[in-house]
């Protein structure tokens, strides 16, 4: 077992157990010598992560470790509240839904929500998609300081995915201020021939993007006149995104500065 992971290990077997754990009992799960067992325990219990039990021998989950778990629950909930207002978005629009984030090399599906036609565009949770061609990566790209952009596309592969793709700094640029300027992003086929796409922003209480709300379709069920139909829908649902967000972080801030038990 490498080094770095036995304090994990122990913790999630203290955890598992749901009842009070001795060392040697520690010892035989994990296959450790007694010793280190008693070293990651040591290091356990000065953090907050394990506690003993009343008999002084064994141990079982401390506060860091509980707070963890009800932090995980809270997390669990914000994403059920999250697909639920996707969901009905999804429903009404009749395609697909994506919650992407901007990562190093393109933009990060964190989660979506599929239509039910057996027609769709099969691009998983964790599916990375260029940021120059794709609506919510040229939403993403339309947000920075205009110096910062063209370090950006002067150093970002612009390869042609399909003949609409824009391949040239000049042309990119001309539609990230238009999709500056009308507040949300299109992509007509430039990702993958015969599919359209429209992305809006969910921003931060500063006006900073925090992530992309986007729906994208076949054009022979949507072609991207049908999809800005729903515009007024897609910023309603990124509008109540936010607020998720927003409270979520508050209630974070609220949880960070309580006193500790």
Sequence with gaps: MAPNLRLIRLVEEVARAG????????????????????????TAE?????QRHIDGRSYGPGRRLRLLAANTLSAQRVRTER???????AAEIGETCNLAVPGRDGMVYIDRVETHWALRIQLPIGSRVPFHCTASGKLYLSTLAPARLKRWLAAL????????????????MEE???TKLRGYSLDDEEFMEGMAAIAVPICDDRGRLLSTL???????????PALTAHLDRLREAAAALRSL??????????GTNAPRA
Excluded: N, Y
Aim: net charge negative.
């Design 19 to 42: 009842v009070p754990i001795a060392p040697p009992a520690l010892a035989a799960a994990l296959d450790l010598p007694k010793p280190t067992i008693h070293r990651l325990l040591h």
């Design 46 to 50: 000065a953090e907050g992560l394990v």
């Design 83 to 89: 697909l639920a207002i996707m969901r009905g978005l």
């Design 157 to 172: 592969p612009m390869p042609a995915e399909t003949p609409r793709t824009l391949t040239s700094v000049e042309a990119l």
């Design 176 to 178: 990230l201020a238009h």
């Design 214 to 224: 986007s729906v994208h379709a076949p054009v022979q069920r949507h072609d991207l």
């Design 245 to 254: 967000v927003l409270d979520e972080r508050k209630t974070d801030t609220a």
